[in-house]
């Protein structure tokens, strides 16, 4: 099982060239990531441009074709490329199902069309005559790779053109006619020579994955702060009772953080303290305990049969379970007793247990996968991941996983989804740039941002531009939180409901791909731990809390609001097509989407000041819509439900946060006017 991973992450070296006398050259096949050594992201069902770069010496046409196929499928497609300019050549296919598929260019010269080409340019009758004798001799060859009904048509067209050519009374203007004939020219195509065709030198991997690896909405709670009284420990069946809210508000995965036994050595007290009173509960990231490890459930949740019953309830609403991987161990986890090769022991005979100095982490234990026992611990780490499947789950949340073996992930990852393809993985990796990159090269579906910190007009440009138009786009998806539980940023902390509203809608339209710390979001909660500290007073990470679920506090209504407007509107569905508009007012951000199909589009306008009204000049030139530059078009303000008539470049926006701090308009490009009734003549 381990002997794969290596296979499975390299491209394997595609048919190479039958001899020297291969003219055509496979210069470069896009999109590709490092040359083939990860693969492209997409999802089932939505067609992949694929561009190649094609060219021969001399003036000779090449013909080039896109060929596909699922990994370990016997059954190959084969589709033609197109030209466009500058030697680029392109082709869709569409991957049916989820799964890993594979892709590579060949080409060839054509003799036959780069005869039809040079005959085309011809006028002298002479060079006429002998140009038909010449394509008579190719059209021969073609027919003999053809059969049936087209071999004889060929064979018969090639008899008319050694006879045309032969007879003096026939006139060279139709001997040439006859020679284009596009019916006779597409069978001959049918049948080419491709006995010098060549093989870009590489076949390509991409994965393409279920839609709500692209688009998705995540909600993030504690089910042990999910029931109704204070004070006590909430259970699964708790949890079954937020979901229709959950679901009301437009959310489409429920993330738990860890539901397993915590433990209780060096457990962690309230606000994180190292001293803990009787009946603190610890931190869920602090997994394993006498009641057991990663493939157990804390008894106080509820029972595997709870757990399953919910992932079964949350599905019929639409909602997929989110679980935790935190791939760490308390002090008194089975595994350190049963496998204590697996840990970094000190030289005071004590494992070692986690730290990034200046922070101490008593109570959580890495593993160390520099262990002689590395594949006994790589095999037990993917069963953990194979039992929440059997469970039900299809997506998890990885903690921290730049802190675990990059080789362990690639392998892990590429196994479950070869079993399990419609599995999504959630990298919460808020490391390095390169590292997070690299994490999702090796198979992460989505990942974390630097969105939390990313507050200023210049500071959201330039990252967003960098996430959806730079190389990072073909395998990086985002994910934007506004908040998480290790994370309450400065402006959250004012409590201002202008802010918490203009991050909601920067995160729901800036990304496809979204996701809140709740109810601790949606009820505003500000309160950090201490001065200059990002971390949640009273967190729950630590301690039960106890929330308000009715659907008519804080933030609900306006977020379900923005849900809604996201699932009507494929444009703000995903990413690559977001562009930024100019507008001449710093504390106004503006940006647009528009559909795959480039029928539907969607502008929002933000005021990142929470306290003043501010106002600017939007440039949108009707043309990037699809208006005519003297037609006027109207705009709809999915928020508010106000619609504004626009016409021409430039545009008036006014915005005071304490009303709406936000426009989120769809182009209404169609405007009714006396022509549209019935008596107008």
Known sequence: MLSRL??????????????????????????????????????????????????????????????????????????????????????????????????????????????????????????????????AQEIRAAAERASGEERDALSGWASALEEGAADAKMDATTLKALALDEAFAETAARHPDRRLESYFAAELPLVADRERARFSTWYELFPRSAGDTPGEHGTFRDVEKRLP???????????????????????????????????????????????????????????????????????????DIAMDIAFQCAPDHPYVKAHPQWFRWRPDNTVQYAENPPKKYQDIYPFNFESTDWQGLWAELKSVLDHWIGEGVTVFRVDNPHTKSFAFWEWAITEVKRAHPEIIFLAEAFTRPKVMHRLAKLGYSQSYTYFTWRNTKEELTEYFTELTQGPGKEYFRPNVWPNTPDI???????????????????AATLSASYGMYGPAFDLMEYKPRGPSSEEYLDSEKYQ?????????????????????????????????????????????????????????????????????????????????????????????????????????????????????????MAVRRRVRDERDFDYYA
């Open 544 to 664: 039960l809390r106890h929330w308000d679920w009715s659907a008519e506090q804080g933030l609900r209504p306006f977020i379900a609001r923005i849900n809604h407007i996201r699932r009507a509107n494929d444009a703000l569905q995903s990413d690559h097509t977001l562009k930024f508009l100019h507008i001449d007012n710093d504390q106004l951000i503006a940006y647009m989407k528009v559909s795959p199909d480039g029928d539907r589009a969607v502008v929002t306008v933000v005021n990142l000041d929470p306290h003043h009204t501010q106002i600017g000049w939007l440039h949108l030139d009707p043309s990037e819509i699809g208006v005519p530059s003297d037609r006027p078009f109207q705009m709809h303000d999915l928020l508010s439900d106000q619609r504004f008539m626009w016409r021409g470049s430039h545009h008036y926006i006014e915005l005071d946060p304490h009303r709406l701090p936000a426009h989120v």
């Open 488 to 506: 309450l940023h400065a402006a959250l902390q004012t409590g201002e409901e202008p802010v918490y509203k203009a991050r909601l809608v920067l």
């Open 6 to 135: 290596f296979k499975s992450a390299t491209p394997e070296a595609a048919a190479p060239a039958p001899d020297g006398r291969s003219r055509a050259v496979v210069d470069a096949v896009l999109p590709v990531v490092d040359g083939g050594r990860f693969a492209v992201k997409r999802v089932a069902g939505e067609a992949v441009r694929i561009t190649a770069h094609v060219f021969t010496d001399g003036h000779d046409v090449p013909r080039v074709m896109l060929h596909w196929w699922k990994d370990g499928s016997e059954r190959r497609h084969e589709l033609p490329m197109k030209l466009r300019y500058n030697d680029e050549w392109h082709a869709e296919f569409t991957p049916p199902v989820p799964g890993r598929y594979v892709y590579t260019v060949s080409a060839w010269v054509d003799t036959f069309e780069s005869w039809r080409h040079e005959l085309i340019r011809r006028v002298d009758a002479d060079d006429i005559r002998l140009a038909a004798r010449t394509g």
């Open 245 to 319: 809210l959950i679901a009301a508000m437009g959310f489409d995965v429920l993330y738990f953080p860890p539901i397993h036994p915590i433990g209780r050595l060096q457990r962690k007290g309230r606000n994180n303290a190292l001293v803990t009173e009787p009946g603190d509960v610890g931190s869920p990231w602090a997994i394993g305990a006498a009641e057991g490890g990663h493939k157990d459930i804390l008894p106080e949740l509820g029972t595997p049969e709870d757990f399953r019953h919910l992932v079964r309830t949350a599905g019929q609403l639409g909602i």
